[in-house]
Nanobody
Framework: QVQLVESGGGLVQAGGSETLSCSAS????????MGWYRQAPGQERKFVAA????????YYADSVKGRFIISRDNAKNTVSLQMNSLKPEDTGVYYC???????WGQGTQVTVSS
């Protein structure tokens, strides 16, 4: 069974940076697109960023475009989200997702203090 495990996160000051990582089990990682989503308190889970299987194509929500960078290392079965110029509104639980099969990680909390 495929598992996604996020790491990173925590308390960060506004304007700071943080990098999240997602480690995936399974042998098909390099064939599948991956994404990051976040859920703020009292809100629905929303799309943040996605990356194609090869890593050649990336997609971002308007709210994070120019500040966040999604990347992947297919040799290590990991996908990362580098978050820069963090804002309090970036606070939430961040989830890694595998598109195929709609598989989610357990999430990791990011809190941005003003």
């Amino acid at each position: 069974q495929v598992q996604l495990v996020e790491s990173g996160g925590g308390l960060v000051q506004a304007g700071g940076s943080e990098t999240l990582s997602c480690s995936a089990s399974g042998r098909t990682f390099s064939l599948l697109s991956m994404g990051w989503y976040r859920q703020a308190p009292g809100q629905e889970r929303k799309f943040v960023a996605a990356i194609s299987a090869s890593g050649d194509n990336t997609y971002y929500a308007d709210s994070v475009k120019g500040r966040f960078i999604i990347s992947r290392d297919n040799a290590k079965n990991t996908v990362s989200l580098q978050m820069n110029s963090l804002k309090p509104e970036d606070t939430g639980v961040y989830y890694c997702r595998r598109d195929l099969g709609d598989i989610w990680g357990q999430g990791t909390q990011v809190t941005v203090s003003s």
